[in-house]
């Protein structure tokens, strides 16, 4: 092979290889880099963004456009369900203005949360996080404070 053809087979190579990994990350809906605006955990389940934040009571599910603005919550929708030893348990969200609220007493410590959304009638693909969740939680007492979701904070 020559020089020139070899330049352009890995250049070819090069390519095929960004666009796998750019849909990846696009259609799997593998975690964003960045954090979220609202300073959330990122998931990409399809042509739109999910934010997840957690308060001391429950877990805010923000669904976001791409370049992570525009909260929408008409014609959307959230199913979100655990599933442990202690088998499936679904939990109901309630609309807000620009976000899902999931209440927890507490979350268990193990197990998979699993959350089908739906933004403006588009359905995205089904999201699985582990158990425990970690997600940064602002307080007013204190800039930024790792917990788990639902635990004793």
């Known amino acids: 092979m020559d020089r020139s053809m070899s330049s352009q ?5 090069l ?7 750019w849909a990846g990350n696009t259609a ?9 605006p609202h300073g959330g ?11 997840f934040t957690a308060s001391q ?3 805010k599910i923000y669904l976001l456009d791409r370049n992570l603005k525009n909260p929408k919550v008409t014609d959307s929708d959230i199913r979100v369900r655990i599933i442990n030893s202690h088998g499936p348990k679904k939990i109901i969200c309630k609309k807000t203005s620009d976000h899902f609220f999931c209440p927890f007493d507490k979350l268990p410590e193990s197990g998979k949360l699993v959350v089908n ?3 403006e009638k588009i359905q995205g693909k ?10 940064k939680i602002q307080f007013r007492q204190s800039p930024s404070t790792r917990t788990h979701l639902g635990g004793d904070a």
């Open 9 to 13: 087979f890995y250049g070819v190579g």
């Open 15 to 21: 390519i095929v290889l960004l666009l796998i990994m």
């Open 28 to 36: 799997f809906g593998y975690p964003n880099a960045r954090q979220g």
């Open 41 to 51: 955990v990122i998931r990409v389940p399809g042509p739109f963004t999910i934010e």
């Open 57 to 59: 009571k429950g877990l």
């Open 117 to 119: 959304p739906t933004r």
């Open 126 to 135: 089904e999201i699985l996080l582990d158990l425990p969740l970690l997600i």
